[in-house]
């Protein structure tokens, strides 16, 4: 079940911003074309940097009305940026966080985690204390070919909370992705005694016991994760894989 190292840089390649757009205007009927090339040419002509904020936002708006919830953030993050607003930028940077892990190209998944840093990035700086905006950033290098930077980020949030759940999470499925599963087990079971129901640790616990070759502790606790989740899809997944260990 391990995977391949996530310390490794990721050289896949981006989307492009140009290619994203040309795609979302493809799908605009004439009206809707008129508008928004209307737009553009309104915010080209902006000389003002507090003006082009409000240009961006319309953008933003058209885009959010023609259900392209990408392009809707992107504009009101190019906004968040002229505004040094480090509220929006945080949100921004989550929006493609989120978008990451819905979408199935690799390409587009490098072009979220590209905007998630380059906005997390923004809103540290105005705030280098900003627990949300490290956590985000870590995410967004991971993918985004730089994750020793992430793990660098990670640390530092568990040395001044050992017990925090997300940050613990995300270095314990990179150790299970490493093959190291003795640092995956003590990072999910630090999760467990803080959330002794958090049923992903549970799971990801016991897979890192199988991955060791200890069938019998990973047998008790997949059994115990089969009976918080109680669903017989899962079930069936726990079962085939209990069966698969050695």
């Known amino acids: 079940m391990a995977q391949g190292n996530p310390q ?11 290619d994203i757009l040309s795609e979302g205007k493809e799908q605009l009927a004439a009206e809707g074309k008129n508008k928004v090339s209307s737009l553009e040419q309104e915010l080209a002509a902006i000389g003002d940097s507090s003006q082009m904020a409000v240009g961006f936002y319309k953008l933003s708006n058209f885009w959010k009305d023609n259900n392209n919830p990408r392009l809707a953030a992107w504009y009101a993050a190019q906004s968040a940026k002229l505004e040094n607003s480090e509220k929006k930028l945080n949100f921004a940077g989550q929006f493609f966080l989120d978008q990451l892990a819905k979408d199935s190209s690799e390409a587009m998944q490098m072009w979220d985690a590209q905007q998630s840093v380059e906005f997390f990035e923004k809103a540290l700086a105005l705030n280098p204390e900003s627990d949300t905006a490290k956590m985000g950033l870590a995410q967004g290098y991971v993918v985004s070919g730089q994750p020793m930077k992430g793990v660098g980020l990670l640390r530092e949030i568990v040395a001044k909370r050992p017990d925090d759940v997300p940050a613990n999470m995300i270095l314990g499925k990179m150790s299970v992705q490493s093959q190291q599963f003795d640092k995956a087990v003590a990072r999910f079971e630090t999760i467990l005694k803080a959330e002794p129901g958090n049923t992903e640790a549970l799971y990801m616990l016991g897979v890192s016991y199988g991955e060791m070759g200890n069938k019998e502790k990973a047998v008790e606790i997949l059994e ?13 997944d726990i079962d085939n894989y209990i069966n698969s260990l050695k």
């Open 224 to 236: 115990k994760c089969k009976q918080l989740v109680n669903n017989p899809e899962f079930n069936r």
């Open 8 to 18: 490794a840089p990721n050289t896949m390649k981006a989307a492009s911003f140009a």
